[in-house]
């Protein structure tokens, strides 16, 4: 099976650390497509200060493909904790940023830095181009830059009514298209809705692909709302925004959590008002998506995320679905 994963921040590396382990028996193809427009903390100070796309995203990413216990996938993680220039930075951002600026090309530096990783899968950025993510709000503002238009958001005057990319007319990398178009399966999120998997669809070129491949294409749902971008939506209202940017009806299925997180986490999460992402399987239905809707939460955490390997156990249920077809 031939699967592509689509989308950036903590929630594509989570499934990704749950779906590594069927390689190579189930998957014998995994490949992850990961936004750059990220333009927060470590991330976004290099892609201002050294002009490259921001290696954030596709660093978690790397990590997640690779061996959990080895001791180069946790210098790849670090943080710098200390010193004036260094602090906040991640070793692996910096890493990937010098590989970069040695071969002068993006692509070959993730590719380096996978060989030495040894990863379980292939990581493509969605462009290889300098792109900011802009936002027009339905009070008529128009915000610039990923972190801002979150935050924006939690001002709670206004929601997004149109997302796009500056430059708006950037390629994807061959090797991106390339994957889509012969992919099985397509998965996009879990993650951000407007910050880190829209972004991808943003590019011309991923959308059109997406539209055309024979690959079944499913959703995974976000367990709970995110403050300053989908407050108050349900799961079918996640789905008519991916249908608002992609220009038609293009998913075959979507994965929604049905588990209830403890009282103290939901709590928690009130608090900075986010609230579980309310399953309406009859809407999801109605749009004529197959639905698959499971308790997903992972219970050893204080926080409200897919569990990874209940994840895999249901991406596992799916292709198995699809081998029967």
């Known amino acids: 099976m031939k699967v592509v994963a689509i989308g950036g921040g903590t929630g594509l590396s989570n499934l990704l650390k749950g779906i590594k382990h069927l390689v190579p028996e189930e998957l014998n193809d995994l490949s992850a497509i990961v936004t750059v427009s990220d333009n927060g903390g470590s991330s976004g100070r ?3 200060e050294l002009n490259i796309p921001a290696p954030g995203d596709i660093r978690n990413c790397i990590t997640a493909l690779a061996e959990d216990e080895d001791i180069l996938t946790e210098v790849f993680k670090y943080r710098f904790s200390e010193g004036e220039c260094l602090k906040g930075h991640s070793f692996g951002n910096l890493f990937l940023s010098v590989l970069t600026k040695i071969n002068g090309n993006f692509l070959e530096a993730i590719e380096t830095v996978s060989d030495i990783l040894k990863i379980k899968g292939k990581i493509i950025p969605s462009t290889t181009e300098i792109v900011d993510l802009v936002a027009k709000f339905s009070d008529g503002k128009i915000i610039k830059g ?3 238009i979150t935050e924006y958001g939690k001002k709670l005057v206004a929601k997004i009514e149109r997302i796009w990319l500056e430059p708006e007319d950037v390629k994807a990398p061959e090797e991106a298209i390339e994957k889509i178009l012969d992919a099985e399966l397509i998965i996009l999120g879990p993650g951000s809705l407007y910050t880190s998997i829209i972004p ?7 959308r059109e692909a997406i539209i055309k491949t024979d690959a079944y294409k499913v959703y995974i749902c976000n367990v709970m709302t995110q403050y300053g971008e989908t407050d108050g939506y349900t799961a079918s209202d996640h789905i008519k925004a991916l249908y608002n940017i992609v220009g038609k009806p293009f998913l075959d299925a979507v994965i929604v959590n049905t588990g209830i997180p403890e009282d103290k986490i939901i709590k928690k999460y009130m608090k900075e008002h986010s609230e579980p992402v309310v399953a309406d399987v009859g809407n999801i239905a109605r749009l004529g998506i197959k639905v698959y809707a499971k308790n997903l939460l992972n219970t050893s955490w204080n926080l409200a ?4 390997i209940k994840l895999a156990s249901l991406i596992m249920e799916i292709i198995h679905d699809l081998k029967v077809k």
Not at 200 to 206: E, G, M, P, R, S
């Open 46 to 48: 290099i892609k201002e």
């Open 146 to 148: 990923e972190t801002e």
């Open 200 to 206: 991808n669809l943003l590019v011309k070129d991923i």
């Open 305 to 308: 995320r897919h569990n990874p």
